[in-house]
């Protein structure tokens, strides 16, 4: 008698528990007022009564006030080289700001999530595919902030609304190991067709459109470049060539070191490293043209420390921050009236395939399903 | 023996006596909470992927998942029979018999605990790869170690370690006198091995097999790195998240996965059930065969020698891997790596040890908590308590990491998301808590299971005698249950301390950037092509972890020092 006594208290305290919950339901669009309010109250005040600009060393913002030292911002990206960048913003400006490093799809993943339960872990996103920000931004995940910073920079380097501004570039290279190039006695590639050869059937490492940015944008780009029939003609070739897809976008890099592959099609933001710490492997950028994206940053949406977040981009955007990205990455970097540490490649030496962002996000569906029937029919 | 003392203790004492409104009441409040953590998520990953909107795609989706789901079980399955009939023949050998080096043997076989995440597949391919030192620069031989039996190879070696932990500690207490008996009657030693021996370990090599099947089914790591075109269903899990962004698709693969797992655990238990197994007592006996056949023991050695080699072969090409400039490539020495990795942030390190600690107290008390409750309380609840604590044992970490975040990320711990769409902003998703929570759930069942194995040895008259003196239910609990159960919680503790530690997918679509872990690191920069700052990473966990159990078990056992200092800890992590 007393057990069920028991548990049906046991249940009422439940039900007491969830009970409360109706009231304080009607707080969270309260929040959300507050937050749409404290949003348009912002706006205006970034027009007309502009705060003093902050001056920094070759930096500036309107937004930082002495007050954010000791503010702390979250920061998703792909790549953990961006931990001395943002050292450097802490030390210039006294914003720390801690990173948690995902892959692209995770942190897209992530971002929906947080943004369906209202919980905002990220303040910033930096670094990553130039698609997955577009889609971040259709979704309502990040907000818009046109940076002055930014003004300087190419049209194709940032979002017309200013979802998103691009930092540093990210090209489309070979990863080559050169001294099975040797001992194969095959040809250094230096085109794309140079990839058909037949000592090299086998040997190329491809990861899989299907779920690498780095490969689909290279599959976008050929087709681009070469028009949908020479392009699949080529494609059909190069699929010969590959003996599985990978994974994931660093797997073919991952290979050529290991000497399991020849040649692997790799997106590089420098890689300088991957040279100097490996003397077997050269970094070939393809002499008829390669594929490129930025790599983003922006700000998500529902963070609480916008202004912080705004200061973060101006920072990366200016002449300090390029500079240090340039450095710390290895980098070529969409700004281009800096200097640029000496192993760079020159982006204005290359030939860059013209690279329609928005036509490839919409795309994707249909050039992965064709993808998919091509390597089938191998 | 075992099994009709038992149900004495069931008749006797606690039923007949006045059980207090409130330890019923906290019965209840605790089955509510270990059912929360463990069951709901998993609920909630299935009906995320099925019931998902665009439920239309979803049988496109099933297609797909179970592509990868015959994958899964081709390589589980043969791996589960393989490594488990190695486990068997290591623990006979290191427990059975008697040679010179045996101690180092026994010392190896728990390396296993100090496993260095991921980097094992790279020594493989270091070693057998194209380009590998063995294959290529000894053989001269073109092979390619990615696919199939590349992850086949590697399971079976962690796997069979794993297997011989759980094998082991039943051979080590195994009743000797039944086989004695049976040779007395002049039964062939063959016989036996097949109708004594074998027979009486029944519920240890079933519970080691369950074991290297769950994990093999839900090692995505592996494949990932040197699974090349083969694929299972936990990686493509893992891909289709990361890869193709595709939330619902992984919760539909993660439904699929769950199913085999779960009847292999059901197997498992209906097995045991349908007989009844010889209890065990205390008492030790000798386990030595009285006159061992040289053939048959030299052939056993052999073989655990080769294991071995294997064994040492691929930590100790890790090491060499950490040390060396170019892993794979050149062989001169430095320290490079590890100045590099000194150069990281050591917080990530931080982090790891304070989860695991936090993770072992709060999981291994939980477990043996759940085990006194079940043991004493035999309401139909009780069974349904404890096979809802061993269910996450069954769920692979990334699918139950992912259970996590499609409950967690609805507000009111997750309830809201079945009665109000909006409701206080207590949000599991997104705090540091999070992960604390789903590993002490996951890890519960190792507190449960030693709490189970320590109770059957206890004599109930104990607790008896402070009942009739006057001690309450909870006063009973704690002044003599608790300490009773002290060496089933010290066991537990240290197991879901190595767990915790190179623990992943669980916790991988969970972490902030504060609480970043090691293990996640090592991963990151794995994929990156830095393979010898990994190996230095996964290397410098591994010892960090031996120094931390070492010091542990010396706490342990050096008297009362250790609590004060456990709860120290305690309050510091939760």
């Known amino acids: 008698m007393k057990k069920i006594f028991a548990l049906l208290l046991c249940l009422l305290m439940a039900v007491a528990v969830l009970g409360c919950s109706p009231k304080a339901a009607d707080e969270v669009p309260a929040t959300d007022v507050a937050a749409t309010e404290a949003e348009t109250a912002e706006a205006p005040a970034e027009e007309p009564a502009a705060p003093a600009v902050y001056e920094g060393d070759n930096w500036s913002s309107a937004y930082y006030t002495e007050d954010m030292k000791g503010t702390t911002l979250n920061l998703y990206g792909v790549t953990d080289n961006v931990r001395p960048i943002l050292d450097a ?290 | 023996m075992g099994k009709t003392r038992r149900k004495q203790i069931i008749k006797l004492p606690f039923i007949v006596n006045k059980s207090t409104f409130v330890s019923t009441f906290l019965y209840y409040i605790f ?129 069979t370690t794993l297997g011989y932990l759980f094998i082991s500690s039943g051979v080590q207490n195994m009743q000797t006198i039944y086989e004695e008996a049976a040779r007395t009657c002049g039964m062939s030693e063959r016989k036996i091995l097949t109708t004594v021996t074998l027979p009486l370990l029944k519920p240890e090599i079933l519970g ?96 655990c020698a080769i294991f071995f080699g294997m064994l040492i072969l691929k930590y100790g090409f890790i090491i060499i891997g950490a040390f060396t400039n170019n892993w794979g490539h050149d062989y001169s020495f430095t320290l490079r790596h590890f100045v590099k990795l000194n150069e990281r942030e050591w917080l990530p390190f931080v982090n790891s040890v304070k989860l695991s600690v936090g993770v072992g107290l709060g999981s291994a008390l939980l477990g043996v908590l759940c085990a006194d409750i079940i043991y004493k309380r035999k309401a139909a609840v009780s069974k349904w308590l404890e096979i809802v604590g061993t269910l996450p044992a069954a769920v692979p970490g990334i699918l139950f990491g992912i259970g996590y975040l ?46 189970m194995s320590v109770l059957a040895h206890l004599d109930p008259n104990i607790e008896q005698a402070a009942h009739t003196l006057g001690a309450s239910k909870v006063r009973t609990f704690f002044t003599i249950s608790l300490p009773l159960l002290k060496p089933a919680f010290q066991i537990a503790y240290m197991k879901i301390f190595a767990s915790t530690m190179t623990t992943l997918g669980a916790i991988i679509f969970l972490l902030l950037p504060k609480n970043k872990v090691a293990v996640q690191q090592i991963f990151q920069i794995i994929t990156s092509s830095e393979i010898g700052l990994g190996a230095a990473m996964s290397l410098s966990l591994s010892a960090l972890m031996g120094v931390l159990m070492l010091a542990f078990y010396l706490l342990m056992h050096g008297k009362g020092i250790l609590m004060a200092l456990w709860r120290k800890n305690n309050e510091y992590n939760l």
């Open chain 2, 208 to 303: 080691g097999m369950l074991l290297i099947f769950l994990a093999s089914m839900a090692d995505f790591g592996t494949p990932l790195i040197i699974g090349g075109p083969f694929q299972t269903l936990s990686s493509d899990l893992y891909i289709q998240i990361t890869g193709t962004y595709d939330m619902r698709g992984a919760s539909i693969s993660g439904a699929l996965l769950l199913v085999p797992c779960l009847m292999a655990f059901i197997l498992q238990k209906k097995i045991l059930k349908k007989r009844a197994y010889w209890g065990r007592d205390l008492q030790k006996y000798d386990l030595l065969y009285p006159h061992p056949s040289k053939r048959v023991q030299h052939t056993l050695i052999a073989i």
């Open chain 2, 31 to 159: 089955t509510l909470i270990v059912i929360y953590g463990t069951l709901l998520p998993v609920i909630a990953v299935v009906l995320y992927g099925i019931g998902g909107k665009g439920s239309d795609d979803t049988a496109a989706y099933l297609l797909r998942g179970a592509h990868y789901l015959y994958n899964s079980l081709l390589l589980a399955v043969p791996v589960t029979l393989t490594a488990t009939f190695f486990a068997v023949l290591l623990s006979f050998t290191l427990w059975r018999f008697k040679f010179k080096g045996i101690g180092f043997f026994r010392v190896m076989a728990l390396s296993p605990l100090l496993n260095p995440p991921f980097v094992g597949s790279l020594s493989f391919i270091m070693l057998f790869g194209k380009r590998g030192l063995i294959t290529h620069d000894l053989l001269h031989l073109s092979v390619s170690p990615f696919g199939y039996w590349g992850v086949f190879i590697m399971q079976i070696i962690s796997l």
């Open chain 1, 89 to 378: 913003f802490e030390a210039d400006t006294g914003i720390r700001v801690e990173h948690l490093t995902m892959k692209n799809g995770e942190i897209l993943q992530r971002l929906a999530n947080e943004s369906e339960s209202g919980v905002a872990i990220a303040d910033l996103w930096f670094t990553g595919g130039a698609d997955t920000f577009i889609d971040a931004a259709q979704n309502g995940l990040l907000i818009p902030y046109k940076s002055p910073s930014g003004d300087v920079l190419d049209d194709k380097m940032k979002d017309p609304e200013g979802y998103w501004h691009g930092t540093s570039l990210t090209l489309v290279n070979w990863v080559v190991n050169k001294e099975l190039i040797e001992e194969r006695g095959l040809t250094m590639p230096t085109t794309w067709d140079d990839l058909l050869q037949e000592g090299l059937k086998g040997e190329v490492s491809m990861s899989n459109p299907a779920s690498s940015g780095t490969a689909y944008n290279v599959v976008s780009a050929i087709l681009e470049t070469k028009g949908q029939e020479e392009g699949w003609k080529y494609l059909d070739q190069l699929i010969g060539q590959v003996p599985y897809f990978t994974a994931r976008g660093s797997d073919p890099a991952n290979n050529v070191v290991a000497g399991e592959a020849i040649v692997g099609i790799n997106a590089s933001n420098g890689d300088r490293e991957l040279e100097i710490n490996n003397p077997h492997i050269a970094l070939v950028y393809p002499a008829d043209g390669t594929g490129w994206w930025p790599q983003p940053v922006a700000i998500v949406k529902g963070t609480q420390h916008e202004d912080a977040a705004k200061v973060f981009i101006d920072w990366v955007l200016s002449k300090r921050g390029m500079k240090v990205v340039a450095d710390e990455r290895y980098a070529a970097v969409a700004r281009t009236d800096i200097e640029s540490p000496e192993g760079i490649v020159d982006i204005s030496t290359l030939n860059m395939f013209v690279t329609d962002f928005q036509a490839n996000a919409k795309n994707r569906e249909g050039i992965l399903e064709e993808w998919a029937k091509h390597v089938e029919n191998k």
């Open chain 2, 406 to 451: 499609v409950t967690f990320k609805y507000p009111l711990f997750g309830i809201s998301k079945f009665y109000w769409l909006s409701g206080p902003r207590i949000i599991l998703l997104g705090t540091s808590i999070i992960i604390y929570i789903i590993c002490i759930f996951r890890y519960m069942n190792v507190g449960l299971r030693s709490g």
